[in-house]
């Protein structure tokens, strides 16, 4: 699985809007939009926002495993 399609599946699973993660970002939702496409890069500090976010590790988010270990607690 690519980062694209982590972007999009933890999105659905979570019942979310692009629109919702797009205001956690501090974007547009057409710009997130473009993120789920692969038409622009995901930056290092949304990875990590998304990864608080979601509560999970940027493994998942990135395709590197599809195990969603949520993050230990700080």
Excluded at 11 to 16: A, H, I, K, N, Y
Excluded at 31 to 41: D, I, V
Excluded at 46 to 72: M, Q, W
């Amino acid at each position: 699985m690519q980062y694209t399609s982590a972007l999009k599946s933890i999105r659905e699973d979570r019942d979310l809007y692009q629109k919702d993660v797009a205001k956690v970002l501090g974007v547009s939702q057409q710009y997130y939009s473009q993120y789920e496409k692969g038409e622009n890069e995901l930056p290092l500090r949304h990875l990590i926002t998304l990864c608080k976010y979601y509560n999970v590790s940027a493994d998942y988010l990135l395709g590197f495993t599809r195990e969603r270990k949520e993050l230990p607690k700080e």
